[in-house]
């Protein structure tokens, strides 16, 4: 940075170009897409979908409106966008709205490059400062977003036709960037009128005044597709102004929802891969699952929420039975149901059995998990020791050691293992393969189990 012109000659010594914002964007998107470069970081599930058409929307240099249902990534997504700007752009030193050196637009800048000429100072700001954003919520108001008088600056003598008496909202601060309105339809329609201008004219008006301020900004909003087109929650013209729409949507695949809880998850002890597909299966069952309501969606929040509970399970036990290197099983997966009821909006006609139905759904998911993973694994050396007349006690609260112990020694534990993707055979690792592999066999009708204040024995 201590290299980097400081004023306005030097900056035009360096054959510095201004672009418009939407040139800078369309500009470093096609160098990426040439380079195969990465131009969305962290967005999974996307590649043959949307992103195909946020990127010819961008190249075309269209505002745009995100349309999904809740937890589909639509923030995630426009926040990656500030990563197509230059990493470093030169701004009017001290201007409100990041004026461009070369083409001033505010009242300020445009009297010091006047007085100053060629020593007009600029400052640099980093890509990071470029982009705003804000949540439509019902307070929300056109100072917030546009501007209003400033009372200090008028209380200090300026006259209120002065248009530096203005306080600048959230949209023209953030000039020559990228602007974000989450849940536009829940902005009330007179603030909605107040973006037309942004939109068309790229102009700001406040309170009357005779003030034209040409905005350079990319204006990009998310909204829920039943508000933004059924209820009637946005204005007509509003809706025309932007010139692309763009419809998010769940993981299509198990292993987009795998790769996404693997990335999103915080985890405070070790999930096996085998309990994440069942969560991840868990998840699409839940969104597919006639007793949810299908309007209020299942947000990708609901998996990773769970897979952070069970992982919390897992850790829990391990302080309380003194484990050094907890790991998550089958055990800690009820813990989810209660965890995530709240996440899901269920029809009318399943109220009181809410629990009831994720109970089933996991059910299913760890069955559908099992069949895939160990469903051709030879399990003869496990069932031997119930055909035996062996019992086995697990539950929330009992340490992988002591279930091992339980269980005894397990001919071809090592393919279990292997089945199921795990390195190694430490205890936690062992504990949790094994009580898979015996929830599986009660699923399928093969063991049988009873259950009894958190205890599960499992039996012939």
Request: some cysteine.
């Amino acid at each position: 940075m201590n290299t980097r012109p400081t004023t306005l000659r030097e900056l035009r010594a360096t054959g510095h170009v201004h672009r418009p914002v939407k040139d800078e964007i369309r500009d470093n998107l096609l160098a990426r897409l040439r380079s195969g470069e990465p131009r969305f970081p962290g967005i999974v599930g996307f590649e043959e979908t949307v992103l195909p058409h946020l990127e010819r929307a961008l190249i075309a240099g269209h505002d745009l409106v995100l349309l999904g249902e809740r937890g589909q990534g639509k923030s995630r997504l426009i926040r990656t966008l500030g990563g197509l700007l230059d990493e470093w752009t030169p701004v009017v030193e001290g201007c409100e709205i990041n004026d461009h050196p070369y083409a001033p637009v505010c009242v300020r800048c445009r009297r010091l490059l006047a007085e100053q000429g060629e020593d007009l100072p600029i400052a640099w700001k980093h890509r990071d400062d470029r982009y705003g954003e804000k949540l439509a919520t019902p307070d929300t108001s056109v100072g917030d977003l546009i501007g209003d008088i400033d009372p200090i600056k008028v209380a200090e003598g300026r006259t209120l036709g002065d248009p530096e008496t203005v306080h600048y909202g959230l949209v023209p601060r953030t000039n020559r960037g990228i602007f974000c309105v989450n849940e536009l339809p829940d902005l009330a329609e007179r603030i909605q009128v107040s973006l037309l201008n942004v939109l068309e004219e790229r102009d700001v008006q406040i309170r009357g005044y005779a003030l034209r301020l040409p905005l350079d900004v990319l204006l990009v909003a998310s909204a829920n597709p039943e508000d933004y087109t059924n209820r009637g929650r946005i204005i007509t013209p509003l809706k025309d102004r932007f010139g692309a729409e763009i419809r998010t949507h769940y993981p299509l695949d198990l292993d987009d929802e795998l790769v996404l809880i693997g990335q999103e998850a915080q985890v405070t002890a070790a999930v096996p891969t085998h309990l994440m597909e069942v969560i991840a299966r868990f998840t699409r069952l839940v969104r597919e699952s006639p007793a949810v309501d299908a309007r209020s969606g299942v947000s990708a929040r609901f998996s990773i929420a769970g897979t952070e509970t069970v992982a919390a399970s897992a850790l829990r036990r391990g302080a309380v039975a003194g484990e050094d290197q907890p790991v998550a099983r089958v055990c800690d997966l009820p813990t989810i149901v209660p965890t995530l009821l709240g996440k899901v909006e269920f029809e009318v006609s399943e109220e009181g059995r809410e629990e009831e139905v994720l109970a089933h759904l996991l059910r299913r998911a760890t069955s559908d998990t099992w069949r895939r993973m160990l469903g051709a694994a030879d399990l003869n050396g496990l069932l031997d020791r119930f055909d035996r007349g062996a019992t086995v006690d697990s539950g929330e609260m009992v340490p992988a050691a002591e279930l091992l112990h339980r269980i005894g020694p397990v001919t071809g534990l090592s393919k279990i293992l292997e089945s199921l993707g795990m390195e190694g055979e430490s205890p936690g690792h062992a504990a949790a393969a094994l009580e898979f592999a015996l929830e599986g066999l009660y699923l399928m009708r093969r063991l049988s189990k009873d259950v009894s204040d958190g205890t599960s024995t499992y039996r012939t």
